[in-house]
């Protein structure tokens, strides 16, 4: 088996304990893990902290931290046959979308190489004649970055890439199920050239996350996950009182009218639920399609979904792999399950197969006479699709806005005026309009609601990785009047 290590102080090491990783396609061994404990965690934090007040690092210009940003992002383009190979293996998402997602990946870094020294301050108008006020933008200080195994490489990029650029130092936590990518990805990182203990990289599991976010010298923490998790990580925050962003998925809704392009929006509609296997953040998993179009859709649907290369991951031809783990694919079946029980019917798929690997296919339900089906509700995380329809526009809004996530949304229509509408009254913090999972290092994602606060890429993601310092200085020889009035 294949053997990786944590990266802390920039140094490979072997963790006080490990475990065994699982290839989803089989759910065989195949890789030996670290297991970072609560001892590993807090050596990687302070060699953060250090680096963080250290010339090596703190002395850098911006411009200088934008040359090891650029240096790391052809590194990864380089290294992207090898990163996707392994997220692959360790993940089960197919090396058709991780091949693609990994090369981009690298443009991510560009960006924020680019940003590095135009994080601009401000001069201020101030109301007093003998004073010059402005403020500087300066780094937070040590992140606790924590990403999930999904677009691993990805939600690292837009983490890691802003708060290299604003000057912060890093402890990034992989999580526990197919962290490789992420321990090999720290090879590039020190070939790149970034001082120890810049960024350190390690995976484990509650224990080594409760130890991260709860450490007196952590001032920022980036997470991507579920909304309970979040929970975890807010109360362990008290301890420090560190700012969070926090990226939680989402119930996003795909909207189509019967004036849309119904070919184009099937497409868009299988790609938002059924690409990466629906474990995607943004997965487009309630479609709401007009009364008047909705068998006619439906069809198409069915048919696409049915005509769906289903295999193992590390063939190009595979178009839906195996789920990460089979507590994934436990509750996905379960949450069927429930939502049949409550009226749901199923269109397509729904069983989970025989043989080996945590595979699942992919499912449509019909929830149009089951408005209390959980599919609606809770996020499967997986290739289910829950359907309703609707008759009118303000119809369409109402069930669109019917969820405590907040995250992203899809509208297909040919009509202008309608898709300003639409955009102007759903609560989600990305709408896309006749497309959907597109994405960009120039434009800011998140939610709000039960999807998180903060944003991650462009310039709005560098900005949560800094803190105002406001300066006044005092441009006046006379001597300070009355000590006793604020001046």
Sequence with gaps: MERFQHYIDGGFHDGDAGFDSLDPATGSPWARMPMASAADVDRAVRAAHLAFHAPAWAGLTATARGRLLYRLADLVQASAPRLAALETRDTGK???????????????????????????????????????????????????????????????????GPALAAGCTVVLKASEDGPAPLLDFARLVHEA???????????????????????????????????????????????????????????????????????????????????????????????????????????RLKTKADAIAIGVPDRMETEVGPLCTSRQRERIAALIARSVTAGAKVVTGGAVPQGAGFFFPPTILDCTDAPDAPALQEEFFGPVLAVQSFETEDQALALANGTAFGLASGVFTNSLTRAHR????????????NTYRAVSPIAPFGGHGLSGHGREGGMAAALDYTTVKTVWLRTSDAPIPDPFVMR
Aim: charged share 15%; glycine share 10%.
């Design 94 to 160: 197919i090396i058709r979308e991780t091949s693609a997602q990994i090369a981009y990946v690298a443009d991510y870094y560009r960006y924020y190489a680019g940003l590095a020294d135009k994080i601009e301050g401000a001069h201020l108008p101030i109301d007093k004649p003998d004073m010059e006020v402005w403020l500087r933008r300066e780094p937070v200080g040590v992140v606790a970055a924590i990403v999930p195994w999904n677009s691993q490489l990805f939600l690292t990029a837009v983490k890691l």
């Design 193 to 299: 050239g970034f001082p120890p203990g810049v960024v350190n990289i390690l995976t484990g599991g509650p224990e080594a996350g409760q130890a991260l976010t709860s450490h007196p010298m952590v001032a920022h923490i980036a997470f991507t996950g579920g909304p309970e998790t979040a929970r975890h990580i807010l109360r362990a925050s008290a301890e420090n009182l560190a700012s969070t962003s926090l990226e939680l998925g989402g119930k996003s809704p795909f909207i189509v009218f019967d004036d849309a392009d119904l070919d184009s929006a099937a497409n868009a509609q299988i790609s938002g639920i059924f690409a990466a296997t629906g474990q995607s953040c943004v997965a487009g998993s309630r479609l709401l399609v007009q009364a008047s179009v909705k068998d006619a859709f439906l069809a």
């Design 422 to 433: 639409m955009i102007r009254g759903l609560r989600a913090g990305i709408v896309w309009v």
